[in-house]
């Protein structure tokens, strides 16, 4: 008989500690004791044994801890500022559109990445963090996606550069105007609504969260990305900058002109990549662009 | 002869733990969003399992019969324990201290976005195939 009581009380004070630990808030044993003993009733006694004082310090880590508990609470509700959530929803893009990138395949190392920080290095970029994904796949040519602060990803695809036979040098030169345009903010600007930068930094607790706007923003991902690209203002401001960047080095403003002198010859002559004017309008207009003006005398 | 049997038997386990002796040398905890366990020291190799920021991996030291013990496998891998798992992981994924990681810092946030298993297995085949680069200090 003993034994069953003994083999009963054990299992009901296991299951009690077991559904206690699950609770992710469960009350500490000073928040327990607040709450069962009632010092206000008993104030006469706790004074004639000198006590008052103990029952403040209690009180007061007791409020400590509710304190600590809610701001804790609090913060898992926090939406990342603007300078965390943007690598979170460009790898979230990169991840739902595995199927159409095709970015998880065999390649042999090429040795991009170190030519592109050799690059970014001459170029006077410092500390900072380049993440390249290899894809499959014609539709996306090339692309700087936003990221967090310091980091930039890129997305490059390995038959565009097979087609073109870029060396490692063009690849990098066509990194660096991917990497001039996502820090000139085209592409967050242009997937971000207006309302975002109220939402980044913010709290929703005990509100709705916003999932549209989350789901618009990877809408305008697959929008920028595939059809809509970047404006021919864009486009010019950033040959422009580049010209002036490569003037200082003639080895790259070279490379840079002979790259896209490739790409619009590509552009016209390849079905495949016929595309790739509306998102990069167009190779033809950089050329223009780069090429010095003839003086008339 | 039961002995003798039993002696046989005795020694040839030995000799069998004797071509491979692990040893733990540290616990280190894996640092970006997802990753995975490989059967094989390469990034094509196959998954044994997901594992998410923060997790805690046992890197072993091996060390088969005339042989060093070593840590590194195929210039950067590690030989680690996940879990039931033992595999292979990059070594620059993981750290000695304990990450503060994105889904830990915004949990309600990361959950909002129903995650299954399939984008957690993408995520960590994301960071297997990044080529990463760091540009020098000033």
């Given at each position: 008989m003993k034994k069953l009581l003994l083999v009963t009380l054990f299992s009901f004070s296991f299951f009690s500690f077991a559904q206690n630990s699950g609770k992710p808030t469960s009350k500490t044993?000073?928040?327990?004791?607040?709450?069962?003993?009632?010092?206000?009733?008993?104030?006469?006694?706790?004074?004639?044994?000198?006590?008052?004082?103990?029952?403040?310090?209690?009180?007061?880590?007791?409020?400590?801890?509710?304190?600590?508990?809610?701001?804790?609470?609090?913060?898992?509700?926090?939406?990342?500022?603007e300078d965390e959530i943007w690598s979170f929803l460009s790898e979230l893009w990169l991840v739902k559109s595995a199927p159409v990138l095709k970015w998880d395949f065999q390649k042999p190392e090429y040795g991009i990445e170190e030519s592109f920080k050799e690059l970014l290095e001459e170029m006077g970029h410092y500390e900072i963090d380049v993440k390249v994904i290899l894809v499959n796949t014609p539709v996306v040519t090339h692309m700087a996606l936003p990221s967090s602060k310091g980091e930039y990803i890129f997305v490059l695809s390995v038959p565009f550069m097979r087609t073109l036979d870029l060396s490692k040098m063009e690849i990098s030169i066509l990194l660096f105007e991917d990497f001039m345009r996502v820090r000139k903010g085209y592409f967050a600007n242009f997937v971000k609504p207006a309302s975002f930068g109220s939402v980044a930094g913010s709290n929703f607790k005990g509100e709705k969260f916003p999932n549209a706007l989350f789901k618009t923003i990877l809408k305008k991902y697959d929008d920028i990305i595939f059809d809509r690209g970047f404006t021919f203002q864009q486009q010019f401001e950033i040959t422009k900058d580049l010209n002036r960047l490569f003037k200082s080095n003639m080895k790259y403003w070279n490379i840079y002109y002979t790259l896209l002198k490739k790409i619009d010859e590509l552009t016209k002559t390849n079905l495949l990549y016929n595309g790739y004017v509306k998102i990069f309008p167009s190779p033809e207009l950089q050329l223009n662009w780069l090429r010095p003006k003839k003086e008339v005398l | 002869m039961s002995r003798c049997l039993i002696l046989f038997l005795l020694f040839s386990s030995f000799s069998v733990q004797g071509k491979m002796v692990k040893k733990i040398e540290k616990v280190m905890y894996y640092k970006y969003m997802f990753g995975h366990l490989h059967q094989n020291p390469s990034k094509y190799s196959t998954s044994l399992t997901t594992i998410g920021c923060a997790h805690p991996l046992r890197v072993y030291s091996v060390k088969t019969s005339g042989s060093k013990p070593r840590m590194v496998f195929n210039k950067e891998w590690y030989f680690v324990k996940a879990g039931p798992y033992e595999g292979y992981i990059r070594s620059q994924q993981l750290s000695r201290r304990k990450p503060k990681c994105f889904q830990d810092k915004y949990p309600k946030f990361v959950d909002q976005f129903d995650m299954e298993i399939s984008d957690m297995y993408n995520w960590g085949r994301l960071y297997d195939l990044y080529l990463f680069k760091r540009t020098r200090v000033r």
């Open positions: 044993i000073e928040e327990k004791e607040g709450e069962l003993v009632d010092f206000k009733s008993i104030q006469g006694v706790l004074k004639e044994d000198m006590l008052t004082q103990e029952v403040k310090k209690k009180v007061s880590r007791i409020q400590n801890i509710k304190k600590k508990r809610k701001k804790r609470d609090l913060q898992k509700y926090l939406i990342p500022g | -």
